[in-house]
């Protein structure tokens, strides 16, 4: 288990950084350069060119990606940092130190200072989702695979179609228009600050559901499919032939088989629920991981993508981790 | 000192009203302008025409409150830098003012300045300061102030677009001494004179101008210029000191700012406790749904896309003003084809602007004339109708080598919206002369990277109260924010003689050549007006719709 596991981080690293390298390269043919977003469009090309050259930014790609690298585990001063440079970049943390993302020209803030507190409003908004759609879409999806045809799984089958298939702006904004400017129930946008008199409660509700609704369609089917398949297997005709209670069968023998296909495609769904939902965020204004990940894009902030790519990479690599681990548990035959 | 100086414009001004020459618009503007205080031009305007000001009975302010306000939050550190116009400025406003102030009339103020004199030559102008003013921390506001902001908005390697607007007449050009990566010598700036910004008492301070300049007074409000804190060395975040009725206590670049009421203002107000400037994002429905559910009380700007949908909440007034506000199609006249006079005309030939205010505005606005002078503004000289020839058009093209036309790309930054409305409803009439142009639309931040540098670019400009502050900063030769590379002597010259024209007939006069130049051989393609319009909660009071969608926040009151 623990070769295993060894294993596994090694490829975890290894993926980083060939992922973080790739970024780094794409990046390089967006228009723009550091210099000229720190310094903004109207100061002289000759202050930013002064900027350019004092960076290092002509340098060949390999050597400005492993500077960064340098930066990134502490063994390098960030360079953008130089109080020689005028530019007012401070980082409470010091100029050198492990995890030292950089500093964020959209922002200009230090990477550490906004990419965290993102995240939480992120993991918010995930975990509350995710804690409604695993347990709404496995009894959904159970409901509907264990009778497979029955009025109550054509039901299920067909409402969960039809709200997977409505992307997340326009569910957003069909609920808005009924919930917000219609009723006058919920808050439009979820800035996440008290101050306007919804509480953060109330501004919460639009997005996750809006994350529910769309996302719990798509593993409804997943779980029911999956439960449809085990109920037809042999051993649960067995099981109903030796006399066992219905419900006995279902709980005790379908429901574990069930559910080792539907456990990783819950577990991608952190990986959509962290980086995905952009459009929500977009929707809701709500201040998040994806809706700063774009900024970030539209803008050309390398070190915030590079931070923002590493993290979600660490994230998706981790939940399969733990969905290969889960399937260990779920199936005694499986063994790494 | 103390003696009147009698301005023989002034009386000037005076008879050519009471002749009917000019209107009462121009009157007040140029009037003002030459420093006749506001009452007295307005109670002139009064006896001659017999249309008085009537002041509106004000009502007790509301007291308290908080403001809410939906905005985009970008960076604010650098007041002498700002680039935004009212999303930056807008927060630093309420907290360091300026020396005067451009009502949604037009007609300039003294702010910070109790009033200023002018030399019948127009070189001389005498500003007079304040006395009541005090900074936030008790210190007196004089002089000195007042002297350090000019100096440092004025020195090249601060980078302001200041420059662009005064370089004509308290600024040369000179030889710094270095050379470029091709060795030709690095040219800087530097006050023209020594004496060209001189203090003559603790509230007093003289511009000594090279060339005659009528719109000093209005310069003074263009939005970089800030009176900051000399002690705060030009930075401007939480904390810092001001003379404004607020104080910024709050800031997150991206999310809020929240401004705090401050005691001893020495002006009206301020009625409110704060005022929270809240950014929105760049999806428009996002603002719609703040508004609808009253997380805000009123968006800073609002675009013609949110216009059924925020008219349909019950709550909200609408406020709406005619600007001077556009988004100019402009070629690099370095480039080809656009190098060619013949090109840059046909394309404007090819141009109906009635059609593209109705598609793009959805009729909130004014059609454009090309020239980038608005009817709206004082020193506008009517020219014949610019018609459109698609024709002639198509003429111009095949003499310049292009008889089957050209292929072109258009940039334009996604943010505004009607920004790219309009770019769509051109493409769809130059097709008709055999332009074919493709439209890019970009995020914003990234136009904004290379907006300077792209052959055919959609970029928009933000009201200014004179014709000529406009030109003077887009199209004179190698000013920082002449995106189009355009560099004609002759423009330059007349653009000089007009901004020292004090005789409307003379100055209407050198605008039609300028404007007849920018129709002929300039580089811009300006089919339209935008009319300003934002949408308030009832509740806000003291509200009127500026031009430049700035807020003045000591002059606003919240019903509880």
Redesign the interface.
Known sequence: MLSFLAKRLVGLLLTLMAASFLVFAVTEF???NVA??T??????Q??VDLLYSRLHLSDPLLVRYARWMSVLVGAIDDPLQDSALKL?FKDRRGTRYFGNFGYST????PVNDVIWTRIGHTAVLAGCAFGLIVPLSLISGILAGMREGSRLDRTISILGIIFTSIPEFASG?FL?AIF??GF?W????S?M?S????SLAAQLVLPITVLVLFDSGYVTRMVRGSMAEVMNKPFIRTAILKGLPRREVITRHAIRNAMIAPFTVILLQINFLISGVVVTE????Y?GFG?MLL?AS???DIQLIEAATLIALTVAVSTQLISDIGYMVLNPQIRL | MGEKIRNPHIDSLKSQLAEGKIDRREFLRFATLMGLSVPAAYAFVGEVTGEGLVAPARAAMPQGGTLRLGSRIKDIKNPHTYSWGAWDSNISRQVCEYLTLTDEHNVTHPYLLEKWDVSPDLKTWTLHVRSDVKWRNGNPFTADDVIWNLKRVLDPAVGSSVVGLMTGYMLEEYDAGQKDEKGNPKKSTRLWDADAIEKVDDHTIRLNCKIPQIAVPEHLFHYPLAMLYPGDNGVFQPGAQGTGAFELTDFELGKRAVVKARKGYWGEGPYLDAIEFIDMGDDPSAAIAAMASKQVHGLVSADPIQFDALKALPFVVLYQVATAETAVLRAKVTQKPYDDPRVRKAMRLAIDPEAIVQVALRGLGIPGEHHHVSVAQPDYAKLAHFKRDVAAAKKLLADAGYPSGFDAELFVPKDPPWNGAESQAAVEQWKEAGIRVKVSIMPGQEYWDVWMKVPLGCTIWYHRPLGVMVLGLAYRTGVPWNESGYANPEFDKLLNEAEGTIDLEKRKAVMAKLEQIMQEDGPVVQPLWRTNFSFYDKKVKGFSMHPTNYIFGNKLAMES
């Open positions: 967006s228009p723009g000229r977003k310094l903004g469009p109207y100061a002289s000759e202050q007012d959209l922002f200009k803030a904004v808005a917000v400017v006058g919920l808050p439009g946008t800035p600050d101050g306007s008199g919804w977009m929707v809701f204004a201040p809706r900024e539209l803008f050309g």
